[in-house]
Structures are given as structure tokens and as C-alpha cells.
T-cell receptor, first 114, second 111 residues
């Protein structure tokens, strides 16, 4: 089963709100990722967790705060977002340490910031 | 020069046509090559994965990698309307967790 699940599917939030995106995988993968994707663009890497530790932060603004509670779960906490943060937020996972980097993506959360 | 170049199209073909999608790259360290299919408003779906040079076939899909030319291709035989999507090439050097994506090619297969 190569499934990554994400909730919610859609999210509308104001610039003063706090919300969280959730991601789950049960493939035994030890690397998990957050990407941001704008329309007609490829996914853009935000964060990488490897063995539940943050290993890559692509200079993402602090209004995005990732969390990895355990090896199957990944959260992205959102606070004081801007309208330009509206995008499709994708979670992905892969086996860690193989170098293969074959990443499996979830369906995404479509975020609209008003 | 971008690390990965992919013709964004759009590409429109009749049903049953053979489709060829291509990417070129400049980084010799890339060893792992992937093709993802992304339907509108959905997450990317891994279609094909190839390590180093060679061909790989899966049903109507064939992936080719030519490392000497730094060129990868995805062929779709007997294309179907359900193949209409954006196709993203992606590659990595295996030393970190980063994938480098092409811009994606939007394919429409007309019935």
C-alpha cells in the first residue's frame, strides 16, 4: 500500500487564524516531506524530516511550523499566513537512507488565505 | 541553465497516439530518475522510477534514461483520455532528500 493521506482536503483561513495540516503514512517510511505547489508550477520543497528529526528547512518563513509527532505522522502548523501563501500543500514520504529518494505524495490540502 | 529542463507544452494528441515526453538535465550527479503524473487539483502520483541508464517498461509506459546525453524520456503507447494530466520528471543524486523537478508537461488526449 503506497498511500499517504492528508487532512483536510480544503482549508480557508483568515490572516489571523491558526490552523494545522495533517499527514499520515503507514508504509514504514522514515523520511517525510512538506511541499508547497502553486498553479502550473512543480512542487517546491519546504521541510524534510528524517527519523522524526528536522533535517531540511528550505528557509521557510516562521509562520509555517512543522512537527513530526512519530514516524507515521507529520503536521504543519499555520499562523498569521498571507494571501500569497494560498497554494496546494503536499505531504510526501520515502524510505530514508537508501538514497533512492522515491517519494510518494499525498493528495494535498488546498489552502486559501483571505 | 536550469538543472532540469522540461518542455511545458501543452501537448494535445488524439486517442491511441504514441506520446513522447522528455527532460534534459545538467547535473552529472543525478542517478535516480522518476516520472510523476498529476491530475488537476490532485497530488503527484509516481509512475515510473529508474536508476542510472536504461529502459523500464510498465504496461503502456516506457521510461528511458540516457546518462551520456543527460536525457530522459517517457513514452506512452495507445494513449487514452484518462492519460490527460501534467507529467513531471524528477531526479536526484541520492546524497540528500531533495528531488529536482522539471516544470511539467500538460498532456491532453482527445477522444
Amino acid at each position: 500500500d503506497t498511500e499517504v493521506t492528508q487532512t483536510p482536503k480544503h482549508l480557508v483561513m483568515g490572516m489571523t487564524n491558526k490552523k494545522s495540516l495533517k499527514c499520515e503514512q503507514h508504509m514504514g517510511h522514515r523520511a517525510m516531506y512538506w511541499y508547497k505547489q502553486k498553479a502550473k508550477k512543480p512542487p517546491e520543497l519546504m521541510f524534510v524530516y528524517s527519523y522524526e528529526k528536522l533535517s531540511i528547512n528550505e528557509s521557510v518563513p516562521s509562520r509555517f511550523s512543522p512537527e513530526c509527532p512519530n514516524s507515521s505522522l507529520l503536521n504543519l502548523h499555520l499562523h498569521a499566513l498571507q494571501p500569497e501563501d494560498s497554494a496546494l500543500y503536499l505531504c510526501a514520504s520515502s524510505q530514508a537512507g537508501t538514497g533512492a529518494e522515491t517519494q510518494y505524495f499525498g493528495p494535498g490540502t488546498r489552502l486559501l488565505v483571505l | 541553465q536550469k538543472e532540469v529542463e522540461q518542455d511545458p507544452g501543452p501537448l494535445s494528441v488524439p486517442e491511441g497516439a504514441i506520446v513522447s515526453l522528455n527532460c534534459t538535465y545538467s547535473n552529472s550527479a543525478f542517478q535516480y530518475f522518476m516520472w510523476y503524473r498529476q491530475y488537476s487539483r490532485k497530488g503527484p502520483e509516481l509512475l515510473m522510477y529508474t536508476y542510472s541508464s536504461g529502459n523500464k517498461e510498465d504496461g503502456r509506459f516506457t521510461a528511458q534514461v540516457d546518462k551520456s546525453s543527460k536525457y530522459i524520456s517517457l513514452f506512452i503507447r495507445d494513449s487514452q483520455p484518462s492519460d490527460s494530466a501534467t507529467y513531471l520528471c524528477a531526479m536526484s543524486g541520492g546524497s540528500n532528500y531533495k528531488l529536482t523537478f522539471g516544470k511539467g508537461t500538460l498532456l491532453t488526449v482527445n477522444p
